[in-house]
């Protein structure tokens, strides 16, 4: 899909010019966004309107030669306006601040898509090539756009599937049919798997509290998690449910707080510390079920991001907010699909750095966390509002197969 | 009961002494054709006298040998005899053919006092040939203008700036009907002959939408060229009459005199192509003058 500005002024409307061009677009298979319509007072005054058009590439160039015989011309495009960094870390003044849309940038009368779409960043020209860089890295010499002339994105495309999102795309509620609800995300996590795209899960630590834990691990096991976001706390009850049997010194299978509990997932991570590593923990025996032991097991690459009220941390933390997120980047490639679980603060990172393109699915209890996503940009997000656990268990149930 | 044209009383023509058909440009133009330089003379003479004796005044420009075409004046460019001084937009022909003619054409203007606006370079417009006047009753003159086969859509909105009145692009998609004025003739104020066979739908609407009593053209009625007619007043000078058409036209009181110009339908012109009215008012006052 490719996106086109184009301008058309003078007596467009008595004439039915405009209308005329309107209907060209969509006769091509095109669409239109009309973004400056001024309308003329008189019969003197001439109107104007400047038309967004999406379509195919093949299709848009000729249309756009069709379109130019009404009057209707593209608006004169210019290269992105590039200036050097001269700071580390520092963008310069005025630069432009990226979406999470697909898009490209004009470099040289020619197109260069952004390889890695992500929003609140700078956008850097290198070598040809374009890409979002987030503030932090920057570094003397990167040639970052400024302004906003010579960057295009695309509107995000609805082709994906739409009776999914016919029955998903309305406001978040809880009071949708479940069932069929995990029974769709199951179907987009297989669809992803059979494009060969990976499957993002962000886990938050009531997964292990409602019970959702072993069934992600089935998950894990089975092969269909490609890549774990988390934080301390999920990584430390998931371990401390399977080494003590209790999630924050409540007894995960019956419910009770146990004697002396409180401090349960502090000698566990403890423990993790003085292993070295989880990986190690896991290799020495000492953490023997769960989904931290089954992404060691299978290779399933994890990020754990710190916070500062983090007990511990566990030592696979990474206590560097920015390198955390570097560290989730860095996994992000080739992800087509997110799950976010009961998780706010992770999900939100994940949404900050994820293309709109990755089909994202927030399940959470609370309906305010998938709000909360959407108004910070990730607008691809779909909400379920559930309960945790018994969410992961019948999606494990529908790809693994019921336990 | 119908006023009559406001315009149309005072003409220029070019005489036909260098007119041939010396290359094609469009579907009617035929080189092997020969135009017979004594009978196209005659029948010049013939439609200047015809005029004339309608009531109307004939000035003439002088030919030019390396311009065969300029006897076709209604493509000179379009007038705005405004009160307070008259305004002259010379024609930006698309064939590098007729291009010399606009150099030829402003000249003839500039000497006798009009001033003369240019069109930006990279728009085509082909005067009044493209262009005519329609004032329906009680309301303002809007200027209709054809486009895609010699002028460009993008040409009326400089047109607006320029005229100082309304311009109406409407999409020409027959080639044989290259011209406006081959599709429209404005009678009076609430009649025109229209050939909607040389428009596309949307054109189609515009025209309904502007003339309240059009004279509806068959296809063949269209491509006998009968609306590219001049009208004096009352009388209409016609290149060829379809039956249907005449008895309409006398129905509604017009003289209808038939002049025979065929060596230059041989170039695809009739009556009209061969006069560009001078007293055509587009504006009540002149356009302001931004400076640009």
Known sequence: MATETIEVTGHIVDSLLLAKILDTILEAGCDYEMTDVVIGKTSLDPSSARIVVTGDDDVLGTLLDDLQVHGANRVAQEDATLVDADLDGVLPAGFYSTTNLAGAVRVDGTWVPIENPEMDCGLVV????????????????????????????????????????????????SEKPKALLVARVADRVRAARERGGKVLVVAGPAVVHTGGAPDLARLVDAGWVDVLFAGNGFATHDIESNVLGTSLGVSVAEGVPTEGGHANHLRVINEVRRHGSIAAAVGAGFVTGGVMRACVANDVPFVLGGSIRDDGPLPDVITDTAAAADAMRARLPGVQVAIMLASTLHAIATGNCLPAGVETFCVDINQAVVTKLADRGSHQALGVVTDVGPFVRQLADHLVGAA | MTEPLAWGRRYLMCPPQHFGVLYEINPWMHREVAVDPDTAAAQWEGLAAILRSAGAEVEVMAPHPEVPDLVFTANAGLVNAAPGGGRFVPAHFRHPERQPETPVNAAWFAERGWTVDRLPDDLDHEGAGDALPFTPA????????????????????????????????????????????????????????????????????????????????????????????????????????PPRVGRQLEDWGFEVVECRIDEFLKAGGGCRCLTLSLDTVLSPTPPQDDGT
């Open chain 1, 126 to 173: 290198r070598d040809g090539h374009a890409e979002t860089v987030p503030m932090h890295r920057i570094r003397v010499g990167d040639r970052v756009v400024v302004g906003s002339d010579g960057v295009r994105v695309q509107a995000p495309s609805t082709a994906r599937d739409t009776q999914m999102f016919e029955f998903m795309a309305s406001e978040v509620s």
């Open chain 2, 138 to 241: 009680g309301g303002r003159t809007v200027l209709l203008s054809g486009y895609s086969f010699r002028s460009d859509a993008s040409a009326a909105t400089e047109l607006t700036r320029l005229l100082g009145c309304p311009v109406r692009p409407v999409q020409l998609v027959d080639p044989r009907l290259y011209h406006l004025d081959l599709t429209f003739c404005p009678l009076d104020d609430r009649r025109a002959i229209v050939a909607p066979l040389g428009w596309d739908a949307y054109g189609r609407r515009v025209v309904e939408a502007l003339v309240p009593e059009p004279l509806v053209l068959t296809d063949d009625e269209a491509l006998s060229f009968c609306a590219n007619s001049v009208v004096v007043d009352r009388t209409i000078v016609m290149p060829a009459t």
